[in-house]
């Protein structure tokens, strides 16, 4: 027999589906009207009936009775994991053994109540396995979308639409945003099927887990978007630019940077421009250019500092004589400069150890790091300089030992079109 109701839903929202399996009319009625106010319900008095919603409709997660007539809870189960392993399950029982519950959460139901329920307990059980499902979707979700991002990647550089040397930079930016992503999603993936059971983790422990498992996803998430974004700027002629916001471009760093390994315990803010405005450059160069500069702020110190990015739009022209010639002090491209407002200035300051005056000279050649082979090639400031020159801008750089080093990079501003 098939009961299957749907409640009425004038909300906008995309709300979870739950299937509710009992074959008593009144238990069956209960776990409806404790739900139904925030889910839309299906029903079923037996597993039959059952089996044939979750063919017909997508299903997020099922409250199953374990002892009914004919095939029990337990069988519904296996089934219903067989057509949608996604689907999330809370087990309800009257009498409980612990046989049957270890084969529920074997078949990996996700929690089990035992009659008579509180409407407290039942609303919570499938809250969480609701979030459960969310976080399990969200990740498949992100690891099709990254073998996408790779297979596209791929494409690009097949056809050839980029000239070679500026290809392979580029490629190579999305490549390493890309790199650290598939092992986190693959990382959160394993977390999230160790600690599906349950049974090694105290309450505590699990809530805590579960909370970060959902902060890392959210992130993956975020960084996928931003490495789309950025691969769609790829696709743009020579000379065309994204008209994409600074400020857009700065929310995409503080994302790229809260999941990069380097910043660890440091402080890390991150101002916006008063007023947005857009640059004359493809944002990938942009990006690529606070990547490189924020990442050498982090790693200025092993020890816990504080990195600040601000950016800031200057509707004059910079006045160049207050830049002096001093030994902690560098302008870069001042015969190249298209010095007209407006400009945006972008600033990457640390208080780390600062650049030591001998070593200043040498920042922005090629291969020139001061850091361990594992952590640099010395290629990074070189590509920010060449970036900046490209782009008819200005490089400043201000050091002093014990204080920290602050990098401001000032390129030609344009109006956001969109
Ligand atoms: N914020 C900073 N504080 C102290 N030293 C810095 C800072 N930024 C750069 N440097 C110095 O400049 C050198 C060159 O930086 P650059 O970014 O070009 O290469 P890298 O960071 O060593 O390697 P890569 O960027 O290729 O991973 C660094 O090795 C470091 O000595
Ligand atoms: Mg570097």
Known sequence: ????????????????????????DGPRLSVKMALKDNYDIHMAADGPAAIEIVQKHKIDVAVLDIRMPGMSGVDVLERIKFLDPTIEAVMVTAFETTDTIRQSLKLRACDYLNKPWEISAMRSAVSSAMQRRTLDTEILNNNEKLQQLFTELQNEKVEGQMA????????????????????????????????GPAETLDAEGLAFTKDRLRTMTRQVTNCIEISRRYLSFL??????????GVNQMLTDLEHLMRVHPSQQNNEFDVQPLAQDIAVKLNGTDVIQMLLNLAVNAFQASPHPHRVQVSGESLSAPLDLSVFKDAPGERLLNVENFQNTAPLVRLTVSDNGPGIPPEVLPKIFQAYFTTKDVR???????????????????????????????????????????T
């Open 1 to 24: 027999m098939t009961i299957d109701e749907t409640s009425e839903s004038s909300t906008p929202k995309k709300r979870g589906v739950i299937l509710v399996v009992d074959d008593e």
């Open 375 to 417: 952590m640099g090639t010395g290629l990074g400031l070189n590509i920010v300089q060449r970036l900046v020159k490209e782009s008819g801008g200005a490089l400043h750089v201000k050091t002093a030992p014990g204080e920290g080093t602050a990098f401001s990079v000032y390129l030609p501003g344009a109006p956001i079109t």
């Open 164 to 195: 070679q040397a500026r290809g392979d930079i580029y490629a190579s930016i999305i490549h390493d945003i890309n790199g650290p992503l598939t092992v986190i999603s693959g990382f959160l993936q394993l977390i999230n099927h160790r600690i």
């Open 235 to 244: 696709r743009k002629q020579p000379g065309e630019y994204a008209s994409v």
